[in-house]
T-cell receptor, first 114, second 114 residues
């Protein structure tokens, strides 16, 4: 069974701090890794997709890395802002029954305090 | 990123009635659409995967006669909750993607059955 684990479950930091969110997966069948943010009562917003041939992706203050050999991905947020407060989810792509599916972690709830 | 539009965002219905939720990919053609259910403070639970023009594949424990999924085109999938009961009240989210690419999510539908 594919499992995706996110640590920590919750994180509270002061504004301006750099932080790292962790995502680990047990199944080498996971090939792509995608990071999302979810605001309360909303859908998911895609942040970064790291495809299997890539090791990292960057978008603005966000940098995500993928190490398939160790089954880990990290999301680095630089100079955090209160607007970054949300739940961050990572999801790995697998092939199952001829379809591509996402296996989600339970998320890290981030609070950035002004 | 690409836009996935989900409607309605909120719906209240009487017990025993049916509710249809639409999911549209506005600026790309999605070969696969996914329907998720999310309980409060929990991660997403995949309900079913649908490929355009074929029957949906339901996850274990999801009643296909209760949650009817139609994926008529590369840009539209619908989820119909039939004979809704209060226990069906939840947050439903759709996602659209093509193989190996980013998954994009709708804004979610809050269903309340009274």
């Amino acid at each position: 069974k594919q499992e995706v684990t996110q640590i920590p479950a919750a994180l509270s930091v002061p504004e301006g701090e750099n932080l790292v969110l962790n995502c680990s997966f047990t199944d080498s069948a996971i090939y792509n890794l995608q990071w999302f943010r979810q605001d309360p009562g909303k859908g998911l917003t895609s942040l970064l997709l790291i495809q299997s041939s890539q090791r990292e992706q960057t978008s603005g203050r966000l940098n995500a890395s993928l190490d398939k050999s160790s089954g880990r991905s990290t999301l680095y947020i630089a100079a955090s802002q209160p607007g970054d407060s949300a739940t961050y989810l990572c999801a790995g792509s697998i092939t199952q029954g001829g379809s591509e599916k996402l296996v989600f972690g339970k998320g890290t709830k981030l609070t950035v305090n002004p | 990123g690409a836009v996935v539009s989900q409607h309605p965002s909120r719906v209240i219905c009487k017990s025993g009635t049916s509710v249809k939720i639409e999911c549209r990919s506005l600026d790309f053609q999605a070969t696969t659409m996914f329907w998720y259910r999310q309980f409060p403070k929990q991660s997403l639970m995949l309900m079913a995967t649908s490929n355009e023009g074929s029957k949906a594949t339901y996850e274990q424990g999801v009643e296909k006669d209760k949650f009817l999924i139609n994926h008529a085109s590369l840009t539209l999938s619908t989820l119909t909750v039939t004979s809704a009961h209060p226990e069906d009240s939840s947050f439903y989210i759709c996602s659209a993607k093509s193989w190996g690419t980013e998954a994009f999510f709708g804004q979610g539908t809050r269903l309340t059955v009274v």
